[in-house]
């Protein structure tokens, strides 16, 4: 299968791609990012774009699956306003274009209590993200809804950092839910939810991650 993967420079997105340039069930990837990736592989392909002005005819949207682990936070964002432009507005964009040449499965990485009627507002622009792929009728969607992610990021979340120690250290009395989710166990959830696609939608949750 050749597969899609936005937000390839991220703790999930770079696992992803890894595992995916890793199983031989994947014959191609298309890592569409700002600025060009640090590695090469004879099967990747990653064009260098704009994602405001995304090339909407471009021969590579033309993929069998897309994976989304594209996303940012507010303080990274800067504003609400640029908050959902990144986290809702690039991945449904992404989804329609990839749709419109031909796309049959889409997998996001989403948040645990995604709903677009949240008082919490990331919870809220994930919920109206999810709500609007389920509204393009792909034949195979997966979210994956994980809780606070585990794993080394290039840019240190405070807040996040100091919940997982917390989380860390109670892991083994805590509901498997409300554990700390490894980056690898969410990508290995994605790529196999591209590469061996079910109809429908589907949703993973965080206690399946831990």
Wanted: with cysteine; glycine share 10%; proline share 7%.
């Amino acid at each position: 299968m050749k597969v899609m993967l936005v937000g390839a420079t991220g703790l999930v997105g770079a696992q992803v791609l890894q595992q995916l340039l890793d199983d031989p069930r994947c014959t191609a990837v298309v890592a569409p990012t700002r600025r060009a990736l640090a590695r090469t592989d004879p099967a990747l392909h990653n064009p260098v774009v704009d994602f405001e002005q995304l090339p909407v005819q471009a021969g590579w949207w033309a993929v069998d699956a897309v994976v989304c682990a594209l996303g940012s936070t507010l303080r990274q964002a800067g504003s609400r306003a640029a908050f959902a432009r990144i986290d809702h507005d690039y991945p449904l964009q992404v989804a329609t274009l990839a749709q419109a040449h031909g796309a049959q499965a889409f997998v996001l990485n989403s948040a645990m209590g995604a709903n677009p009627r949240s008082l919490v507002f990331y919870n809220q622009v994930k919920g109206r993200l999810e709500q609007d792929l389920r509204g393009l009728a792909y034949p195979a969607l997966t979210l994956v809804r994980p809780g606070l992610i585990g794993g080394q990021r290039s840019q240190r979340r405070t807040g996040e950092h100091l919940a997982g120690v917390v989380l860390g250290a109670l892991g083994p009395v805590l509901p498997r839910a409300w554990r700390i989710n490894p980056a690898a166990n969410i990508a290995a959830a994605m790529v196999e939810a591209a590469l061996a696609p079910r109809p429908g939608v589907h949703v993973v949750g965080s206690a399946q991650l831990a």
